[in-house]
């Protein structure tokens, strides 16, 4: 092993690659081969760094400098720059306050420095693909610690002590289900695991998959022991192809090091772990649903009692649990659980990967401890609005969950406190919204998902759903009643009773939380046909002012059903009854001359 | 067009790893759509998958229809799987929806006459970092305008003509 | 690869790479500066900067960064190299061939003794 005098950690997560990491890494390597530096400067492609709105980013050791928004005219310049003559380049640095340039924002912007990471302390640190980097960082001493110094009984106490709940949004606690697994009879069972992660808005279990593929297999094998099972699964779902491509190979080299197959560790413990595929179903990530998918059947769940712990997979007893939950696993094992509640609260210790989204600065994934207010998450590290527009809800927990008004930041973002709001923790999603977010164009949004996504075996889900599905339709097109609105809360309630599984039972829950904080908008809506956010199509329209306008044309040149009138240097008009209100006039409006109004003009 | 032969070995392939009697069936269903040149699983190859798994050939479709990724039509080279989750959404991924359908005069669900191009939905594909986003067969692509995405439609088709 | 048994076995892995991995963590003791402009380069820069990193190595140090830099301006006594400890002088050294290489590890970074025959510069710019 040769010592290398530059490390460059490039950011290979999904969200990078897709905005280019691949070719500026190519250019990285064409460059530092010119200069024939290529056995002084290795390059390590690691998972997620969690800043995805500043990617494609990479960072040089040992000065720790942070480069972001890279294109490959940038990675030449820094080879030739950087590293070969020791300059920072300053133009792709990060820019904080008033365009400061901060080469190191890991130590100084609280994006980074507030986060605690547990579960994703890996991710941009180390190689996926590389075993020994895992190790590196203890990893699979945890497992050693389980196999030979501790009973199966012993394990599952550690964890039921730290208080981890699953974090895949049901927050039931860990460790009582491994005990229910480990006292349910029977003498074949299954350790699976759950990465079908769907929420819209919620990427952490991906990110980890992809850059910490290790950490699930440990935390598997760790399980495994606990509830007597030498079978295992993965579930991932057929979106993430780089995720299935990392764990495959690493699964290949647990199995060489000898921390999977015969006799892990020397041991008498046997236990291996095989992946299986989606195919684009969400409802896959309810636990029935994802079993009947394992057998190879359609993916829809069953009723419940009995649970997976007593008739799971090929009804033998099976244990599951997401992605995000055993990433927690082996540094609780090693640190012992009062180490994990040094974090959160007491009803949930620990951290919780959040995913920001929507109308945030700094969108990506941060790791924080449970506890922390909403204002601090989204502000502070969230780094609040990028357009300096007013915000005015956060949503959390994806369709399953509720939006929470900006009134209520100060809540500290625990299970039970969202719970109270009429929202959910979930799997982390949050999406922030801001002034021209229309509340019941957003339940709608959800809505229409769960209609989809809906597997049909029930009917309150199949039937009720789509019924509220249309007549938030109707209100969003401005022929809604007053009574409607009634409809929609009773039909909510109902279809939250008597649905089979979780998708149903919370798929009305958008529609309910805003109903609660927003029944004004809806009320606009159905009784002055007006949405106040200006964004539900029928009732709005574009106008030109002609106090501003200039008549350059360019909106007349850019309307693609040609219906703005005007020559140049007049005034331009806009024909209402062939506006399709696409928008594209007002992006191209130098003059801020185009505005929405609501209600539409007739 | 995949060959009769291809189809068994593939499910030979899978027969092994099975440790139930289904358990393999998506996984194979996977594997001949991916080589099935028009992305699609043809009649003759389910046929093909009842007989060798021993599985009715009515519980392969029962799987079949309903997963959406797979597809009992064929469809073109490239499927676009274009993200239609609120993040997307807020990130006025309508507009991307919109430039991709004007660009390849489809729709939802349907393929361009040359046989290139499908347009599908899909659910979020956890890239909200970068939205909006689609996915074009295995590759991602974030970040996107109507401009870029244009861009890309087009590079693809050109790619095509050389 | 045997399969691993051992906390012994563990524990290899993690300090070999752990080697590795450090080198690229802040919070090191202090750096080595190898001027690597054209004529540092024209001079032997490259080989200094191999017997460097061999040194080091050889000597398990590992809380010293390379890190390479551009031309001092002290073209005439190049190959140059600059050592910088938390909370010393700066310290430029002179004609570095690999065998100075070794010794500057040797004396000053081992021993904390500067080299004085070496010596082109102290203290800041």
Redo the contacts between chains.
Sequence with gaps: MHLTTNTILICAGGACISSGEESVKEALERKIKEYNLQDAIEIVETGCMGACSLGPIMVIYPEGIYYQKLTPEAAEKIVEEHLLKGRVVEEYLYQGDKDKLIPQPQKEIPFFSRQVKIATRNLGVIDPLNIEEYIARDGYFALHKALKEMTPEEVIKVIKDSGLRGRGGAGFPTGLKWEFARKSPGDEKYMICNADEGDPGAFMDRSILEGDPHTIIEAMTIAAYAIGANKGFVYVRAEYPIAIERLSAALNQAREYGFLGENILGTDFSFDIEIRIGAGAFVCGEETALINSIEGERGQPRVKPPYPAQKGLWNKPSNINNVETLACVPPIIINGPEWFRQWGTEKSPGTKVFALAGKVKNTGLVEVPMGITLRELIYEIGGGSPTGKKIKAVQTGGPSGGVIPEEYFDTPVDYESLNNLGAIVGSGGMIVLDEDDCMVDVAKFFLEFSVDESCGKCTPCREGNKIMYEILDKITRGEGTEEDIELLEKLGNTIKDSSLCGLGQTAPNPVLSTLRYYKEEYLAHVRDKKCPAKKCRDLISYVIDPEKCVGCTACARVCPVNCINGEVRKVHEIDQSQCIKCGSCIEVCRFGAISKVSPAIE | MISQSEIKKIVEEARK?A?????????T??KIQDKVENNYIPEESAKIISKELK?PLSKIY??LT?????STKPRGKYVI?ICT???C???NGR?II?AIK?ELKIDFGQTTKDGLFTLE???????????P?I?IN?E????LTPEKVREILKNLKGGEEK | MPKIKSLEDLMKIKENTLKNVKMRELGKRGKIIVAMGTCGIAAGAKETLNAIVEALNESNIDDIAVVQSGCMGLCEVEPTVKVEIEGETPVVYGHVNPENAKKIVKKHILAGELVGELIVKQGKE
């Design positions: 790893e440790l139930e009697k289904q358990d393999i069936l998506i996984y269903l996977h599985i029962e799987v309903f997963y959406t990724m797979f799987r989750s609120l993040p959404h807020v990130a507009e919109e004007d939905e899909t659910g979020c594909l956890g890239l909200c970092g970068v939205s986003v996915m295995q991602y692509y974030g970040n």
